[in-house]
């Protein structure tokens, strides 16, 4: 069988992706679960309902884990986290552009260089704001609540 070529922007969480927090690499894994189907469905041309049914199901889970960090910065502010407005803001900006692709992907049959084109950007945007922003957050709870990086509870 010839190999996938968007194989390579499947995303794939490692250790190097954790932020040090466990619930959230957890909901990390599960966003990178929801993208790699919808991923796959794009690959494989699937049907506008089942495209539509997983933009939603992942759509959905973004909200939840972008609000379940957001209310992390809230609550432990008086802790002194200072990025919190930059990393609300690169939030809500996934939101509006993930919703723009949604439109542009479930319409018309999109074309394997714009499917290409998504993927590529839903790649990077997920590397780079783990890394540049989610661990920042997680090496600040870390310090004011080191259990929250415990595996298991006590
Ligand atoms: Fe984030």
Redesign the pocket.
Same mark, same amino acid.
């Given at each position: 069988m010839p190999a996938n070529p968007y194989t390579k922007s499947m995303l794939v969480w490692t250790d190097e992706l954790s932020v040090s927090v466990v619930e959230i690499d957890d909901q990390h894994k599960e966003l990178f679960a929801r993208i790699n189907r919808l991923f796959g469905a794009l690959d494989a041309s699937a049907a506008e309902v089942e495209l539509r049914t997983l933009f939603s199901f992942l759509e959905e889970y973004v909200v939840k884990?972008?609000g379940n #960090?957001e209310r992390y910065m809230q609550d432990y502010a008086m802790y002194g986290y200072a990025d919190a407005e930059h +990393?609300q803001s #690169? +939030?809500r900006a996934f939101i509006r552009d993930l919703r723009e692709f949604k439109i542009d992907l479930e319409g018309t049959d999109p074309g394997a260089l714009f499917i290409e084109e998504f993927k590529r950007w839903m790649h990077n945007w997920w590397m780079m +704001?783990?890394e540049h922003?989610?661990k920042g957050?997680g090496r600040f709870l870390q310090s004011a609540f080191p259990l929250l990086g415990r595996k298991q509870p006590l």
């Open positions: 884990h972008f #960090e +990393h #690169e +939030h +704001h783990i922003v989610d957050l």
